[in-house]
């Protein structure tokens, strides 16, 4: 059984499906790259700053950009190291980035990126238990 992804607001779920449909591309990577980048309007209005469409990569520069705010960065941050395992400067752990508002819907992102590790779990108890 697939669940159904959470949307911040109508805003990110029509970013998401037109970056997707932009890009062509329908894999983890992408998806929850442009589900996290998404989360904000301040990054979805900067989204040419973080990521090249034509080349397909991040631009990690853009961390150090003025228009990045605390929130903004932690979004950032996930969303690089979910493309690509990005951490450069040590900055992108779980105890920085998740002490946020941002937080529920980065671990959407992180269940998009992995979804084979993410799966419902099984409705009876595990063997254990049994």
């Not at 998404?38 to 090249?52: H, L």
């Not at 951490?87 to 946020?100: E, K, M, Q, S, V």
Request: glycine share 4%.
């Amino acid at each position: 059984m697939k669940s159904e992804i959470r949307f911040k607001d109508r805003e990110h779920l029509a970013f998401y499906n037109m970056v997707l449909k932009q890009t062509r591309k329908d894999d983890p990577y992408h998806k929850a790259f442009f589900y996290v980048v998404g989360i904000s309007s301040d990054t979805r209005n900067n989204i040419q700053k973080i990521f090249d469409f034509e080349e397909d990569c991040i631009r990690p520069d853009c961390i150090n950009d003025g228009w990045q705010t605390s929130g903004t960065e932690r979004i950032t941050r996930l969303a690089f190291n979910l493309w690509n395992g990005w951490n450069t400067d040590g900055y992108a752990t779980p105890y920085d980035l998740f002490d946020c508002e941002f937080a529920p819907y980065f671990m959407e992102g992180i269940r998009l990126r992995y979804p084979e590790y993410c799966r419902e779990l099984e409705s009876q108890p595990p063997k254990w238990e049994r």
